[in-house]
């Protein structure tokens, strides 16, 4: 293998890795704001307040009330279901679930395209001519 093929494999490698580790990054983040989502929805099951301040988003909040325990859940294609609390903290446990199987695939590629790169420069470290 000559140098530009070895460039050029390297080039390749170090893409690879590098767009592995910011899907990492991206399922580390969505984890992280899940878990703490699934930790209001669990307040939400125990707490029986009716009154309660409902976000709408960038620290904004809105007084609601809790006329009944059916919250409306998005299973996909902007459908939505009536589920209770329990159930959706359920919805978003799979989801977790489904995310951490996700970030172990994300990680073995990603050591799978490190490794390979460690490979690759050993080998043109001992192919390049002494001198």
Known sequence: MDQQETFQQLTVLDRNYSA????IQMVEQELEGLSEFLSSLEHLGKNQEKKMLAPLGRGIFIPADRRNEKL???VGAEVFVRKSPQ???LVVKEQLSRLNEVLVQLRTQESFYASQLQELLARAEKAKPEG
């Open 87 to 89: 159930e959706a903290v």
């Open 72 to 74: 409306f859940v998005e």
């Open 20 to 23: 592995t580790a910011e899907q």
